[in-house]
């Protein structure tokens, strides 16, 4: 079999893990096109949680056996996270509230340690996740400076050069962009920070939903993740390079880090979402061995000198990237067939730089008003700005900042791309 047929029986067949894909609601079959927000979970992570409150359900400090057992669990999960995005192991690895909150506690561990006049970089293009927390260090004198994106929504490197010439202490940057589905080439972004002497601090979401992410290749030293877009919980985990703390000369987040990224797991935790990522990731496995039994061979990958685990993780969604652009050139082919659409971000000649995540409006149309007739029929998609605020205000000015959003990962298919499209232009007729 070639690997487009057998991508396309993997993926095809995935669905069946996920017992919410397929439900009906008020009478029509839900197109699940909002992943990009957070995805579905497979029946492992729902038996695992299920699995944890019977028999592990404890807290941490005690002396009696299930507590051990329990927080034995957290640690392998934590080497789970670590060996899905290249990370050393377990120790560069905490987990969380979610992705916002470890933005809150970079910027706020960092940022004791900057003093007024120390310049940071931003980015227009993020998430305000990774915007908001380092304007707060603006209140105290911080310099914030803005790296800009063209009229396609594309960062702009001689900006990038500009603004590194000012020493920044910290860039923070997105992997991929969440309304547009570009993907930032990260480790050019790191390389170009390092030799100005800045640390990185990624935005991980929504690369790790689509794509094998290599935290070390990429050389970010901060970076946060949801587990809930990677088919888990709704839970969020960090990594820390711990590699590059030396950077943090003199700084005091260098020393309460210099162990483990645990320092960044405040209070208690969600034991049973912890479990359910590892469900998340039993499932990912799983998706390796069904790629496997399809002809698919991980050996002829990037990833053939890893670890077994992270082959087994981290190769489901390299698979997973490769389907995906099949899915992508089936959505942009079929966007053609609509008059009057406007697209944000990459189109079918740059499939490599992009994921299966499509903003856009059609002219003539109010946004919500789309968003709201598609819910109608059953397909469950995004209307706004996606919290990419500035992004969305520069590419989408004409339409208020805002547009229409379908987000597909690796169980969406083609034939609901069709009857998205058959949908679409039954409203706009
Ligand atoms: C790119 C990006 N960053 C951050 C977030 C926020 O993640 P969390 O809900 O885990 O805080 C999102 C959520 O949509 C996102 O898409």
Not at 19 to 24: E, I, K, M, V
Not at 229 to 254: S, T
Not at 368 to 395: F, P, Q, S
Request: overall charge negative.
């Amino acid at each position: 079999m070639n690997n487009v047929l057998a991508l396309q029986q993997t993926f095809v067949e995935s669905r069946k893990y996920f017992p919410s894909l397929g439900d009906t609601y008020e009478g029509h079959e839900i197109l699940f096109m909002d992943n990009s927000a957070g995805a579905q979970v497979s029946q492992f992570v729902i038996d695992r949680v299920r699995d944890y409150y019977i028999h592990r359900n404890a807290q941490k400090g005690t002396i009696f056996k299930r507590t051990s057992e329990m927080q034995a669990r957290i640690v392998e999960a934590r080497q789970m996270a670590a060996d899905f995005i290249g990370a050393a192991d377990h120790t560069e690895i905490a987990f969380g509230l979610n992705a916002t909150s470890f933005f809150h506690h970079f910027a706020h561990h960092l940022g004791r340690d900057l003093k007024t006049g120390d310049h940071i970089i931003i980015t227009e293009a993020d998430h305000h996740a990774n915007v908001d927390p380092w304007l707060e260090l603006a209140e105290r004198g911080i310099q914030v400076d803005v790296w800009n994106v063209n009229a396609n929504g594309d960062l702009d490197y001689h900006q990038y050069e500009t603004l590194l010439l000012n020493k920044p202490k910290i860039v923070a940057v997105g992997w991929a962009s969440n309304a547009t589905g570009t993907i930032h080439h990260m480790e050019r972004i790191t390389k170009m920070a390092h030799a100005a002497g800045a640390l990185v601090v990624a935005d991980g979401v929504q690369a790790a939903s689509h794509m094998a992410l290599d935290v070390k290749k990429a050389g970010v030293d901060f970076a946060a993740f949801s587990t809930y877009k990677i088919f888990g919980p709704h839970m969020g985990f960090c990594y820390v390079n711990r590699e590059n703390l030396a950077r943090l000369d003199g700084w005091r987040i260098q020393k309460e880090l210099t162990d483990s990224a645990y320092f960044f797991e405040v209070g208690s935790q969600n034991h049973e979402g912890i479990e359910g990522f590892m469900g998340s990731m039993t499932y990912l496995a799983q998706l390796s061995a069904d790629a496997a039994g399809h002809g698919l061979v991980i050996e002829t990958t990037p990833l053939r000198d890893c670890r077994q685990a992270r082959k087994e993780f981290s190769g489901a969604m390299y698979w997973a990237h490769l389907y995906e652009r099949q899915l992508s050139v089936h959505f942009l082919e079929r966007l053609q067939e609509i008059d009057g659409v406007v697209l944000y971000g990459k189109t079918g000649e740059h499939l490599d730089e992009r994921l299966p995540v499509f903003s856009f409006n059609i002219t003539g149309f109010e946004t919500d008003e789309l968003g709201m007739a598609l819910d109608a029929a059953g397909v469950e998609a995004r209307t706004g700005n996606y919290l990419a605020i500035n992004l969305m205000k520069r590419l989408a000015d004409e339409f208020g900042g805002s547009a229409l959003r379908i987000s597909l990962v690796h169980y969406n298919t083609v034939e609901e791309i069709d009857r998205f499209f058959e949908i679409l232009k039954k409203i706009i007729a």
